[in-house]
């Protein structure tokens, strides 16, 4: 049994293991499984924002080809399955909860969004469930809705909930204000802004998928499921909605194309398929359509957000009031409260010395699909708000962009914030370095010029972020309102042989753990990384772990998995230290070799896993045979990722329509596993984060119809938009993990949308334009320059 022992694993642009199956179309999505005896669903749902059920007529669709069952809010009730329950508590400034109203998996009698689900219809074949689905005769009377912030804080609004007087969820702040007044008062100039961070409709290339199945032989229940996190379904699902053991519910999370966040929360459709399985006593397959996703899927963003910054006469910050107001959608998603005030409010210091910070937040409930985390959840509010306002604040100064940004730098760590968080690392004057050197910064002048000769209007703009993720120490996190702990798992259990199985409470979606989590295992074992595979997404299998979201599989499940093999090479020492006689003091492991100190004596690891499983010559009264290790990592901080990104922008002022010119990152994610899948990450998040800023919106009318309802008119960004990006990193360890990684999954999407929009209106000031809001779409910009011309346009 020969374990090659191979050196530096971490920090190679390994190719991604998981390649293969995808690459040859062998991946294995829940859509691609098929249950025996298996039947399909079909949900019902409305095509009102507001309005109540005066009844429903099943009695068509029963009786229609193939259908096994019609199923409704009141069967749901009856059988007393529980409403979606929500994963955090917010207490509002004057120490009351939030409000948090029930949210029923099938609506009985007010429907509160376009696309509540009202009933499910059961049957054959899918064809004929969507056939069915057709005649159930849902009889509705029409109620008035608020289909966005404006609508729902406008005096005598209409309300979502009647416990949540001025649609309000709770009114909650971070801070102190006293200090912030102070610095208001004292100030050389307070610069104000209002920007608009738009509702984004998340889409994964898989759109989500569930079957539930009931084994009535053992009371087992199994779901299938789309998900970033299968322990966390199966907790709400079990403790909260069903009502069964945990033992008896297994979530098997297999490949999932992507989530973005969308898949981190439980959805109705998820406890509608296993508790209509038990019922039956067949399994329930569901696959979403692609226009359903868009009505049913939890969006991102929406919130409306004003600032002010106080500065002194040289440009210092001394103060920073912020006051937001985010959409929560008409029920509580399982993460929502947590987004716009523990994920966006703490992060207000960005990479700055504010001394002073304190920031309010409104959530309101509205006619519209819930609202929750998306790719980087409250981070990209906070950034893109602060990092507007920096821009403004340095045209108003009369400053240098850079100047005012590098006289504000935060240069001394740990770095205790106003606003809750301390930082560890970072180096923000390196990473800006990095990005104008990247950027080619000390020719633009001539890019612009002959962009200029083209009759092109050419700007560049900054964002120097900052991001925290690595979610999240639990204790802090408790203190904050979640009803989780959010430490990570792992087991790693050594086979005989020699090979060995990583299990690992994360779920890869996209990310590449596969490969990473088996770079780091084979670096610390010294295993060829062909010995190792990485098991996740059952709940069956793997220990029990919070999942992949908050960009914290590295730093939190992979720091898990390295206090295992640590536990793993301790045991390993005490069975050395027996077969080499030697004293388990003198015996020293590298390379995947145990070695007695100063000798030539040493056994490899392969011979030691296997004398743990075959303890002929082994002493069994002190160590027990095997070589399987758990362990449990929280982590002691979140990690910090930061640096600086830069766009350069064409517009063509004809037109309005914005080509990207430029798009370069300079980030630091801490030390890197692998750089190509880093590089990979950083590429993915700039093409969200460029979507946001120049084409995607989510756009209700006041009534809560939803305008953009599929690719017609919800615009994402393709590969012929971009250029090609140049990605970048300058290292800070992270100095709470063992590993000194820090997140990087959500840093494009966080850091880059200011920097488009700041570019945006560089390129458009000396037209007059002074403001724009996310999307800069062509009719916008175009719309923008006749305003300022003062030939606005009908
Ligand atoms: N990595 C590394 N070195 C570092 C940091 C990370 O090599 N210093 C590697 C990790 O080992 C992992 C990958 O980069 O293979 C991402 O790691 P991490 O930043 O820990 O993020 P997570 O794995 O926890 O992924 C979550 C993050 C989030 S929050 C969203 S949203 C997102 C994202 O990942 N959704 C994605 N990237 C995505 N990529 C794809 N393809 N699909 C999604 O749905």
Redesign the pocket.
């Given at each position: 049994m020969s374990t090659e022992a191979k050196v530096h694993l971490v920090g190679s642009a390994i190719a991604r293991k998981e390649d293969k199956r995808f690459l040859l179309g062998q991946g294995r999505y829940v859509d691609d499984m098929n249950r025996p005896h298996q039947t399909h669903a079909v949900f019902v749902r409305s095509p009102h924002a507001h309005a109540k059920i005066t009844s429903i007529d099943t009695s068509k669709a029963a009786a229609a080809p193939g259908v096994v069952t019609v199923l409704t809010g009141k069967d749901i009730a009856a059988d007393k399955v529980g409403g979606i329950p929500c994963g955090w508590q917010i207490k509002s400034k004057d120490g009351s909860n939030m409000v948090e109203p029930p949210h029923p998996a099938l609506v009985a009698d007010v429907v509160r969004h376009v696309g509540d689900q009202v009933a499910v219809v059961i049957a054959e074949t899918k064809a004929q469930a969507k056939a069915a689905a057709n005649l159930v005769e849902v009889e509705y009377e029409e109620l008035p809705a608020v289909g966005s912030i404006r609508a729902a804080v406008a005096d005598g609004a209409p309300l979502v909930w009647e416990q949540a007087p001025g649609n309000t969820c709770f009114d909650w702040h971070l801070g102190e204000k006293g200090p912030v007044d102070a610095a208001m008062a004292g100030a050389y100039k307070i610069v104000e802004i209002e920007v608009t961070n738009n509702r984004l409709i998340p889409n994964?290339m898989e759109p989500r998928a569930a079957i539930g199945e009931f084994d009535a032989a053992n009371d087992q229940l199994t779901l299938w499921t789309t998900s970033?996190n299968p322990h966390l379904i199966r907790l709400l699902l079990a403790a909260f909605v069903l009502g069964v053991p945990e033992h008896k519910l297994r979530v098997v999370a297999p490949d999932v194309g992507?989530?973005?966040?969308s898949?981190i929360f439980h959805y109705a459709e998820e406890a509608v398929v296993v508790w209509a399985s038990r019922k039956i006593g067949r399994p329930v397959k569901w696959t979403a359509e692609r226009s359903e996703s868009f009505m049913s899927d939890a969006h991102g963003r929406d919130t409306v957000m004003r600032a002010k910054l106080a500065l002194d006469k040289d440009g210092k910050f001394l103060g920073l009031h912020v006051h937001n107001t985010a959409n929560m959608g008409a029920y509580l998603s399982t993460f929502a409260p947590a987004v716009p005030t523990y994920l966006s409010g703490t992060l207000m210091a960005g990479v700055y010395t504010t001394p002073a910070i304190y920031v309010e937040v409104r959530a309101v409930f509205t006619h519209t699909v819930p609202v929750d985390?998306?790719?980087?959840?409250g981070r990209p509010e906070a950034t893109y708000l602060l990092e507007r306002l920096v821009d403004k604040a340095a045209r108003e100064m009369g400053m240098d962009r850079l100047e005012i940004r590098k006289k504000n730098f935060i240069r001394t760590f740990p770095y205790q914030t106003p606003v809750a968080l301390a930082y560890d690392t970072g180096d923000y004057d390196a990473t800006l370095a990095l990005a104008l050197e990247k950027a080619d910064y000390a020719n633009y002048g001539k890019r612009k010029e002959e962009s200029a000769k083209r009759g092109k209007l050419r700007g560049i703009g900054f964002s120097t972020y900052l991001e925290a993720?690595?979610i999240a120490p639990s204790a802090l996190v408790g203190a904050l309102g979640a009803r989780a702990g959010l430490y990570e798992a792992a087991s790693v259990r050594v086979h005989p042989t020699g090979s060995i199985s990583v299990f690992t409470g994360?779920h890869?979606?996209?990310?590449?753990?596969e490969?990473?989590?088996a770079q780091l295992v084979g670096d610390q074992l010294g295993v060829a990384m062909d010995k190792i595979d990485v098991v996740h997404g059952d709940s069956d299998k793997i220990p029990f772990g919070m999942g992949?979201?908050?960009?914290?599989?590295?730093?939190v499940?992979?720091s898990a998995i390295v206090k295992a093999v640590d536990k793993i090479i301790a045991k390993g020492k005490k069975i050395a230290a027996h077969l080499l006689e030697a004293s388990e003091a003198d015996i020293e492991f590298a390379d995947g070799k145990y070695t007695v100190a100063g000798t030539d004596r040493s056994k490899a690891f392969g011979e030691i896993a296997f004398a743990a499983y075959v303890p002929h010559n082994y002493p069994i009264e002190t160590v027990e045979p095997g070589l399987e290790e758990s362990a449990f990592y929280d982590p002691k901080n979140f990690t910090f990722p930061g640096g600086t990104h830069v766009i350069e922008v064409e517009i063509d002022p004809d037109t309005g329509v914005v080509t990207v010119a430029n798009v370069v990152a300079a980030d630091d994610?801490?030390?890197?596993?692998?750089?190509m899948?880093?590089d990979?990450?950083m590429h993915?998040?700039l093409a969200q984060g460029i979507g946001q800023a120049l084409f995607e919106e989510g756009v209700y009318d006041d009534a809560g119809q939803l305008l953009t309802g599929s690719y017609m008119n919800y615009s994402m960004p393709r590969a012929a938009d971009f250029p090609m990006f140049k990605v970048g990193n300058h290292v800070t360890a992270c100095t709470h993990n063992p590993i000194g990684?820090?997140?990087?999954?959500?840093v494009g999407?966080i850091g880059v949308p200011p920097a488009v929009m700041n570019a945006v209106l560089d390129a458009l000031g000396p037209l007059g334009v002074k403001d724009l809001q996310m999307p800069a779409t062509p009719e916008k910009v175009w719309r923008a320059i006749q305003d300022a011309k003062g030939t606005p346009a009908q």
């Open positions: 994964a970033q992507g989530g973005f966040g898949k985390a998306y790719r980087g959840a993720c690595g994360t890869s979606h996209g990310q590449g753990h490969t990473t989590f992949t979201y908050g960009s914290r599989s590295l730093s499940g992979g994610v801490g030390k890197i596993i692998n750089p899948i880093v990979g990450q993915g998040g990684a820090k997140g990087v999954g959500e999407a």
